[in-house]
């Protein structure tokens, strides 16, 4: 019996089966049945293959479970990310880790998509699954729209 141990997000679940993407591989994997997986969960587990096809998932060991928190923040983006959006064209993003957990994105888009940028971050189930990677269990978009300026920000605990 194959077994995987991993950091999974739950991108689609009802009353008997849940879908999982395994945040680092990106691979799928269908579970048969579930303990109350909700869509965005992410779910530390170790999962197992069942026979004799072995394409049907089963949770062996959970680990862990959280839900990462989603923010589109009124504060304006830090000085830091002002400053690197300075540099940048747009389009571009710039990936700065934090001082030990986590993850900032400074993303510079024309400033009339503003608005449309930041809901399509907390819209995008991989704005989910990179908190899980990064160990993030709160994701805070901050803008300036006059800048064009995006602040994702994933934060620990």
Same mark, same amino acid.
């Given at each position: 019996?194959?077994?995987?141990?991993g950091?999974?997000?739950?991108?689609?679940?009802?009353?008997?089966?849940? /879908?999982?993407?395994?945040?680092?591989t990106?691979?799928i994997?269908?579970?048969?049945?579930?303990?109350?997986?909700?869509?965005?969960?992410?779910?530390?587990?170790?999962?197992?293959?069942?026979?004799?096809?072995?394409? /049907?998932?089963?949770?062996?060991?959970?680990?862990s479970?959280?839900?990462?928190?989603l923010?589109?923040?009124?504060l304006s983006?830090?000085?830091?990310?002002?400053?690197?959006?300075?540099?940048?064209?747009?389009g571009?993003v710039?990936r700065v880790e934090?001082a030990?957990?986590g993850?900032?994105?400074?993303?510079?888009?024309?400033?009339?998509?503003?608005?449309?940028? /930041?809901?399509?971050?907390?819209?995008?189930?991989?704005? /989910?699954?990179?908190?899980?990677?990064?160990?993030?269990?709160?994701?805070?978009?901050?803008?300036?729209?006059?800048?064009?300026?995006?602040?994702?920000?994933y934060?620990?605990?």
């Amino acid at each position: 019996m194959t077994e995987k141990t991993g950091t999974f997000l739950v991108t689609e679940a009802d009353a008997e089966s849940a /879908v999982l993407q395994d945040v680092e591989t990106g691979q799928i994997h269908t579970l048969s049945e579930h303990d109350g997986y909700e869509q965005w969960d992410v779910v530390g587990a170790t999962i197992a293959a069942e026979p004799p096809m072995e394409v /049907v998932w089963t949770v062996v060991e959970e680990s862990s479970r959280r839900t990462v928190e989603l923010v589109d923040s009124d504060l304006s983006p830090t000085q830091q990310a002002m400053e690197i959006a300075e540099s940048q064209s747009v389009g571009e993003v710039e990936r700065v880790e934090r001082a030990g957990t986590g993850e900032i994105h400074v993303l510079s888009v024309p400033p009339e998509q503003v608005d449309d940028a /930041v809901d399509d971050v907390l819209e995008d189930q991989e704005t /989910v699954a990179r908190a899980a990677r990064v160990g993030a269990v709160r994701v805070e978009v901050r803008s300036d729209p006059d800048a064009g300026v995006l602040n994702v920000r994933y934060l620990p605990d």
